[in-house]
Every structure is written in structure tokens, then in C-alpha cells.
């Protein structure tokens, strides 16, 4: 694992869901809104496209966040989806040489590099992650029970999705943290950003979190239970 901090590009991401498709209608969603924000972990600006990409998976991460599952199943919807950019170090260019600028000396570290959180008033907070290098191999990233992959087709291109989980140590998971990445079919990265839901989202979901877990717990409970043995009639 590696950490580290530094001045990063942030975007605030708006999901207004009207209706949930593929066999998913009955996740508890605390309203239609759904805001989360996101840092890039590159040294060069995220596209257009890699943002709205992440339209395919913010439901997943949700998905995670309620039930606490690994499985992070893709979960269409019909609804709107916004982006607004919060911050970049990067100077605007325009969208052709934004795809394809060379990297910039912003942020020269190791890869798999992930971003504090930031605090008003305190100091940031380091978070670690598995090391997902510039150019992997995608069945070593698949070997890794910590990652989540899954194959997409982005723009008419099959992409290698990896949702990672965050640790604040070796060992202990952080919620309501992800790290999100995304490599062509032979294995080099697209785009790498890190993934957390707004407080309003998640002081929510925290109400939804123990209703599904308690309502999972007597399923459980209810199917354990031995049926009792029926009376024989008297003679």
C-alpha cells in the first residue's frame, strides 16, 4: 500500500434518479439526489468522458455503502447526472489537448498513490489503498480479493473497471471511501479517481444501512428457525 497528499483536481458529482433498472428497484435510495465527490490521482485533468463514466458506478459504490456487500453490481438508472468542478491545479486547455496532454511534473510519486481527505481546521487525513500501477496486469488486479472488477463498455470501448477499498491502516477499512479505476484491455490506465458521498447522503444512508442489515438479520433468523413438530392425537 502507499499514501500521500498533495493539491488535487475535485469535482462535485449530482445524480437525480427518477427510477432504478436491472432487478435493483428495491434499493433504498434516502431521496432522488445523490452527491458525491471526486479526486483525481493522475497528473493530468480528467476528460469529459471519464467523468460521465462514473455515472455507470456511483450506484454501485451506494449499493456498498447500504448493504456492505463486495459484489458492487453495475445498477442502471434513468435520471440526470451533473458534474461541477470544485478545484484544479491544471490551467484550462481545450478538450482535444486536455485528452491527450502529457503528463505534468504535478504530482511524481509511486503509483497506487492515494489522496487525503481534506478538514477545515485539522490536518488531512492519510488513507491508504492497494497499489494499482499505470500499467497493470489486469489478472494480477483480478487476483486481488480486495478489488472489485468488472468489464464495461465506455464510448463503444471495453473498459476494466477496479473499485478499490480504503484503509486509515493496514487492516481497517474506512466507509464512505473508494478508489475507482479504469484500464484498456491491455492494461493501461485511463483514469484513477477517489470516491466519497456527500454527509447528506451518507448521514441517510446510515438510517437505510441498519433497517437492511436488521431486516436481513431476521430473514436470516426466521430461516434458521426449526419448525416445531406437530402433535400426534391422543388415543
Known amino acids: 500500500m502507499a499514501s500521500a497528499g498533495s493539491s488535487r483536481e475535485k469535482h462535485l458529482l449530482t445524480a437525480c434518479i427518477l427510477g432504478l433498472e436491472g432487478g435493483h428497484d428495491d434499493l433504498p435510495l434516502p ?4 452527491q458525491m465527490f471526486v479526486t483525481n490521482l493522475r497528473n493530468r485533468p ?3 468522458a471519464n467523468i460521465e463514466s462514473i455515472r455507470e458506478s456511483i450506484l454501485s459504490l451506494y449499493h456498498n455503502l447500504i448493504t456492505g456487500s463486495k459484489e458492487f453490481p453495475v445498477i442502471p438508472y434513468t435520471g440526470f447526472f451533473r458534474s461541477y468542478e470544485l478545484s484544479t491545479p491544471f490551467p484550462p486547455i481545450e478538450q ?3 485528452e491527450n496532454s502529457a503528463p505534468s511534473p504535478l504530482t511524481e510519486g509511486p ?3 492515494m489522496v487525503p481527505t481534506a478538514r477545515f481546521g485539522s490536518s488531512p487525513q492519510t488513507v491508504l489503498t492497494p497499489v494499482l500501477p ?4 489486469l489478472a494480477v488486479l483480478k487476483g486481488d480479493r480486495r478489488n ?3 468489464n464495461l463498455e465506455l464510448d463503444g470501448r471495453a473498459v476494466t473497471r477496479v473499485i478499490s477499498p480504503v484503509y486509515c491502516s493496514e487492516s481497517t477499512e474506512l466507509m464512505n471511501r473508494w478508489r475507482l479505476t479504469d484500464y484498456t484491455a491491455d492494461g493501461h490506465t ?3 479517481v477517489f470516491c466519497r458521498f456527500t454527509k447528506d447522503s451518507t448521514n441517510c444512508s446510515k438510517t437505510l444501512s441498519k433497517r437492511v442489515k436488521r431486516k436481513a438479520a ?3 433468523s426466521s430461516s434458521c428457525t426449526p419448525t416445531p413438530p406437530k402433535k400426534l392425537p391422543r388415543l
Do not use: F, H, P, T
Request: hydrophobic share 30%; proline share 0%; charged share 40%.
Open 31 to 34: 431521496s432522488r439526489i445523490l
Open 46 to 48: 480528467l476528460s469529459s
Open 148 to 150: 472489485c472488477v468488472c
Open 134 to 137: 499505470e500499467r497493470a496486469d
Open 190 to 192: 485511463l483514469m484513477s
Open 218 to 220: 431476521e430473514e436470516e
Open 111 to 113: 503509483s497506487g498513490v
Open 96 to 98: 482535444e489537448r486536455r
